[in-house]
Structures are given as C-alpha cells and as structure tokens.
C-alpha cells in the first residue's frame, strides 16, 4: 500500500529536549516536506527536499532541522524545542513527474506537545 | 507570495442538504493549481478535489463539485447530498505551477463543515 509512515504519532515531551520525528514513503518520490498545522492558521510549511541532500526553508523553519540522506526518509529534528512548537505536524510527499506529481500524500500526524 | 482566504470559519448543513465553501486566492501567476482537502476528527489529510488552472471545466468527484472562477480568483466547493462522514474541516490549498525548486501548498486557514442527522 502506498503511504506516508510518521512515527511517533503523539508525543509529550519538555522544554530543550531534543526530539526526532521520523517520515518515510514507499512511493519513491523525489520530493518530501513537512508542515506544522495551528488553529486559525491552516498548514504552513517548515521545510523541504526536492531529492536526497537537496533540502530548503519553506516559511517557519525557525528552530527546526531536517536531513535527507535517503530518498524514502525525511526526519524533522528539533534540537531544543520550546512550547511555541507545540503543534500538528505533517510530512507529505510528492513525485516531480509532471502531470503526476501535483498531487501531495500526506502522512497520518504528529502531535506534539512541549511543557 | 500567496495568500488563500476561507471567510467562513464553520458551517452547519443538514444530511441529505448541500453547502457550499468558498475559497479565494492572490496570485499574479497565470498557470496554478488548487485543491480541497478535509481534515475528519481523524486528523488525516485527504484530498478531495483538484482543479488546473488552465482547464475551463470545472472538476468533479462524486459529490464534490468545484466552481472555478479564475478571474474572481475564487474557488468554491460544493458538498451535494451531504453525509454524516462529511463532517469534517476542508481545507482549500494552492500551488504555483511547479517549476524549479517550488512545489509548496499554501493552505486558508479552514472550515469546520458540520453534518447534522
């Protein structure tokens, strides 16, 4: 089955502790990226990887880090979160073949909380 | 950059009934795409509809139905025979014709669509 794996899915955790939320998808798609979702504010974009060692800020990538050393795989590192992170968190990918890859697939969610 | 409004923050519509959601967006870009997802209790993202800028007809997916107006810069969705697993928040989201490194979504910030027995 095609699909979009973020782990973990709940998360509880405190101020400066660093944490790692693992994406992966089976689709073979070149492009991956993660969005954080607030209430009144939909899903913004944090970062993305348009292929293996190719990633970029997307609009608050502020005290967030990612890495892209397999295509199947983006994890999104926060070295010392703080309780403004506390969020919704969405990793999505999408094939760069035109006329194909318009189309993003989301992962099931993340959700953080930092005390 | 683009912005993608939702002015109607919740909705309430009874099985059986349609409603309708707007959407607009700013974008000096002539070639785009837009989409509809809904966000169930679930919390998982599911497209719904997709709609290419440069096609007149509007698109269509069962009971979903888009009413594109590229001038007026709006895009409405419309729920037809609406049912109890509609209850949801719909999202409306855009992306530039991807060239180079931009393929990002910029999503409205929503609409809680309640179905009501």
């Known amino acids: 089955e095609a699909q979009v794996t973020q782990n973990p899915r709940y998360l509880i955790t405190v101020t400066g502790k660093k944490l790692t939320v693992t994406c992966s998808q089976n689709?073979?798609?070149?492009?991956m990226s993660w969005y954080r979702q607030d209430p009144g504010l939909g899903l913004r974009q944090i970062y993305y990887?348009?292929?293996?060692?190719?990633?970029d800020k997307g609009d608050v990538p502020e005290g967030y880090k990612v890495s892209r050393k397999e295509k199947r795989n983006f994890p999104l590192i926060l070295e010392s979160p703080s309780p403004n992170q506390t969020s919704l968190y969405f990793c999505?990918?999408?094939?760069?073949?035109?006329?194909?890859?318009?189309?993003?697939?989301f992962g099931p969610g993340t959700r953080l909380l930092v005390l | 950059a683009q912005t993608v409004t939702q002015s109607q923050p919740e909705m309430s519509v009874q099985e059986a009934e349609t409603v309708t959601l707007s959407c607009t967006y700013d974008?000096?870009?002539?070639?785009?795409?837009l989409f509809w997802y809904k966000q169930p209790p679930s919390r998982q993202m599911i497209l719904v509809i997709r709609?290419?800028?440069?096609?007149?007809q509007n698109a269509t997916e069962n009971r979903f139905s888009v009413n594109f107006q590229k001038a007026a810069k709006s895009f409405s969705l419309k729920i037809s025979d609406s049912q109890l697993g509609d209850t949801a928040m719909y999202f409306c989201?855009?992306?530039?014709?991807?060239?180079?490194?931009?393929?990002?979504?910029?999503f409205g910030a929503g609409t809680t669509v309640t179905v009501r027995a």
């Open positions: 990887s348009m292929n293996v060692e190719v990633t």
């Open positions: 689709m073979n798609h070149e492009y």
């Open positions: 709609q290419e800028a440069y096609k007149q």
């Open positions: 999505a990918s999408s094939s760069t073949i035109r006329d194909r890859g318009e189309t993003q697939y």
């Open positions: 974008t000096s870009e002539s070639n785009y795409y």
């Open positions: 989201a855009f992306m530039k014709e991807r060239r180079r490194n931009d393929y990002k979504l910029s």
